[in-house]
């Protein structure tokens, strides 16, 4: 089975400066997908970034970027010039790479705090 | 952009009831997704439907059954409440089943069992 693990339950970061959130997976396929999403207090998911398993090439999404490391399964954000906006409750998911594959897998979330 | 829709967005229910959550994907998304929320958990998948037949089972209960219908929305009916069901439940869409592709989130129905 596969497991998604942040390690990180809460991290904090000042307006306009950079953190990065981590991420680790476990697995056994060669071929998935990793995505962040991002849950406000609203309580909405939204998605952040994605990432596909065959591409080398690290996700980038305007402030948001990813460094994935596929042999250390490890796949961490990297949030630059933090807004006030960007505070909630992060969480890293798996999907396998298959054609009817539905299951994402999540880890138990990190919740940043952005402050003045 | 059209976003997925749930009804209701907040449900009270008492224990031993039966509660219908309602699920209107983004337009022309053909796969539908139903995770469940815990207070302070990570979502837990609980089934899909892509073309009106379920694609996958999670850890959906007996008490749980869910249909997708000819216009794509999709229903996740519950009975015989239990205290332990209080959860955020959300529903996702996908144009397409598998292959990694995007799941997008409803905005969720909170059900409170009392």
């Known amino acids: 089975a596969q497991t998604v693990t942040q390690s990180q339950p809460e991290m904090s970061v000042q307006e306009a400066e950079t953190v990065t959130l981590s991420c680790t997976y476990d697995?056994?396929?060669?071929?998935?997908?990793l995505f962040w999403y991002k849950q406000p207090p609203s309580r909405q998911m939204i998605l952040v970034i994605r990432?596909?398993?065959?591409?080398?090439q690290n996700a980038t999404e305007n402030r948001f970027s990813v460094n994935f490391q596929k042999a250390a399964k490890s796949f961490s954000l990297k949030i630059s010039d933090s807004q006030l906006g960007d505070a909630a409750m992060y969480f890293c998911a798996y999907i396998r790479n298959t054609g009817t594959a539905s299951k994402l897998t999540f880890g138990t979330g990190t919740r940043l705090q952005v402050t003045l | 952009a059209a976003g997925v829709i749930q009804s209701p967005r907040h449900l009270i229910k008492e224990k031993r009831e039966t509660a219908t959550l309602k699920c209107y994907p983004i337009p022309r998304h053909d796969t539908v997704y139903w995770y469940q929320q815990g207070p302070g958990q990570d979502p837990q998948f609980l089934i899909s439907?892509?073309?009106?037949?379920?694609?996958d089972k999670g850890s959906i209960p007996d008490r749980f059954s869910a249909q997708q219908f000819s216009d794509y929305h999709s229903e996740l009916n519950m009975s015989s409440l239990e205290l332990g069901d209080s959860a955020l439940y959300f529903c996702?869409?996908?144009?397409?089943?598998?292959?990694?592709?995007?799941?997008?989130f409803g905005p969720g129905t909170r059900l409170l069992v009392l």
């Open positions: 990432q596909e398993a065959y591409k080398q």
């Open positions: 996702a869409s996908s144009l397409g089943l598998g292959l990694g592709k995007t799941q997008y």
């Open positions: 439907f892509y073309e009106k037949m379920q694609s």
């Open positions: 697995t056994s396929e060669s071929d998935y997908y």
